[in-house]
């Protein structure tokens, strides 16, 4: 009788135990198509538990909440989650604690602008935290009086690169990375300068590094042409460049800029205006920024692309023939 007891009283014991082991250790099968599911910023260990189970992740959640409680209550990780073939509880644990989630990232492209960031923003939806972004027209100064960007616009300072979030993150928060990071890079680069430069201050930098960037110039040719548009500055001619009138159409521009186009009334007109445009038009990356700052030691004050080669003169009587050379090539080619 006593035999029979302990035996049964083992199985007590034992079966609680076999029960935990089997639901955390036997793997499921996914389908083939596996499962995503996404652990958003701030989500507490009980909400995180909730969406594992609702994707068919956790079969058995309270035994998982069990083994993280045992575990010393470890942080579940925010991130994207992809899962696959044969899974345990356990694995699925042990991946959240050590936050081993599919990479997301924002990635800015130089020579963007800032509704073309705005844009990519909204394609990571809803994975990011689009709340409080501005999305109209004056978004540039909001966000410069949200404390992301500086001169009342936010257009132009945030630095192209790839920025790594996790679900739940908010727009803002990444868009603030990125300026300060172009904050960091454009001090940094302004302090070492080439000297006698006609800019007076950062600010000034940045708005024609937009400009050089705009350009389309390879990265060898940036700092010629970045010192063909300082040469033009220190004789106060107008910069006269094209991207500053296609900035300046904004949605009006056509693919292609007619003689009624170059005549367009704004400040951005380089072609009326001498001097800066207000704002940059564009996002500058690093080899734009540093053309600007450290130009090529040239004299010259016009340029034309032919393909990827570029001709620079110093008078316009040089230009005038440099530009009857490309048409008469480009006719050979084009019979």
Same mark, same amino acid.
């Given at each position: 009788?006593?035999?029979?007891?302990?035996?049964?009283?083992?199985?007590?014991?034992? !079966?609680?135990?076999?029960?935990?082991?089997?639901?955390?250790?036997?793997?499921?099968?996914?389908?083939?198509? =596996?499962?995503?599911?996404?652990?958003?910023? =701030? &989500?507490?260990?009980?909400?995180?538990?909730?969406?594992?189970?609702?994707? =068919?992740?956790?079969?058995?959640?309270?035994?998982?909440?069990?083994?993280?409680?045992?575990?010393?209550?470890?942080?579940?990780?925010?991130?994207?989650?992809?899962?696959?073939?044969?899974?345990?509880?356990?694995?699925?644990?042990?991946?959240?604690?050590?936050?081993?989630?599919?990479?997301?990232?924002?990635?800015?492209? @130089?020579?963007?602008?800032?509704?073309?960031?705005? %844009?990519?923003?909204?394609?990571?939806?809803?994975?990011?935290?689009?709340?409080?972004?501005?999305?109209?027209?004056?978004?540039?100064?909001?966000?410069?009086?949200?404390?992301?960007?500086?001169?009342?616009?936010?257009?132009?300072?945030?630095?192209?690169?790839?920025?790594?979030?996790?679900?739940?993150?908010?727009?803002?928060?990444?868009?603030?990375?990125?300026?300060?990071?172009?904050?960091?890079?454009?001090?940094?680069?302004?302090?070492?300068?080439?000297?006698?430069? @006609?800019?007076?201050?950062?600010?000034?930098?940045?708005?024609?590094?937009?400009?050089?960037?705009?350009?389309?110039?390879?990265?060898?040719?940036?700092?010629?042409?970045? !010192?063909?548009?300082?040469?033009?500055?220190?004789?106060?001619?107008?910069?006269?460049?094209?991207?500053?009138?296609?900035?300046?159409?904004?949605?009006?521009?056509?693919?292609?800029?007619?003689? %009624?186009?170059?005549?367009?009334?704004?400040?951005?007109?380089?072609?009326?205006?001498? =001097?800066?445009?207000?704002?940059?038009? &564009?996002?500058?990356?690093?080899?734009?920024?540093?053309?600007?700052?450290?130009? &090529?030691?040239?004299?010259?004050?016009?340029?034309?692309?032919?393909?990827?080669?570029?001709?620079?003169?110093?008078?316009?009587?040089?230009?005038?023939?440099?530009?009857?050379?490309?048409?008469?090539?480009? !006719?050979?080619?084009?019979?």
């Amino acid at each position: 009788m006593r035999r029979i007891f302990l035996s049964f009283l083992l199985v007590i014991i034992l !079966a609680p135990l076999g029960y935990f082991a089997f639901s955390m250790y036997w793997p499921q099968t996914l389908p083939k198509t =596996g499962k995503q599911v996404p652990i958003r910023l =701030g &989500s507490g260990t009980l909400e995180s538990i909730q969406a594992l189970h609702r994707a =068919g992740i956790l079969p058995y959640p309270q035994m998982f909440r069990l083994a993280w409680m045992l575990a010393g209550h470890p942080i579940l990780q925010a991130g994207l989650y992809d899962f696959q073939g044969r899974v345990s509880q356990e694995q699925v644990l042990e991946r959240l604690r050590n936050g081993q989630s599919t990479p997301l990232n924002l990635v800015i492209i @130089p020579g963007w602008t800032l509704a073309m960031v705005l %844009q990519e923003l909204h394609s990571h939806a809803p994975y990011v935290n689009l709340h409080t972004l501005p999305a109209d027209a004056q978004a540039a100064r909001q966000l410069a009086d949200l404390g992301i960007g500086a001169h009342d616009s936010a257009e132009g300072w945030l630095f192209p690169d790839s920025y790594r979030y996790v679900p739940g993150t908010t727009a803002l928060s990444i868009l603030k990375r990125a300026y300060q990071r172009m904050q960091a890079n454009l001090r940094h680069l302004w302090s070492q300068r080439a000297p006698g430069l @006609p800019l007076q201050n950062p600010y000034q930098a940045l708005i024609l590094a937009s400009i050089v960037q705009k350009e389309g110039a390879p990265p060898a040719q940036q700092a010629h042409i970045a !010192a063909v548009f300082l040469n033009r500055l220190r004789k106060g001619m107008p910069l006269q460049s094209d991207p500053t009138v296609i900035y300046a159409l904004g949605k009006h521009y056509q693919g292609h800029l007619t003689a %009624q186009d170059m005549q367009v009334a704004s400040p951005f007109n380089t072609y009326l205006h001498a =001097g800066l445009p207000p704002t940059p038009i &564009s996002m500058p990356g690093m080899s734009s920024l540093q053309a600007v700052l450290h130009p &090529s030691n040239s004299q010259d004050l016009y340029f034309i692309a032919q393909a990827n080669t570029y001709h620079y003169s110093s008078t316009y009587a040089q230009h005038i023939r440099q530009i009857k050379q490309y048409l008469q090539a480009t !006719a050979r080619v084009a019979s």
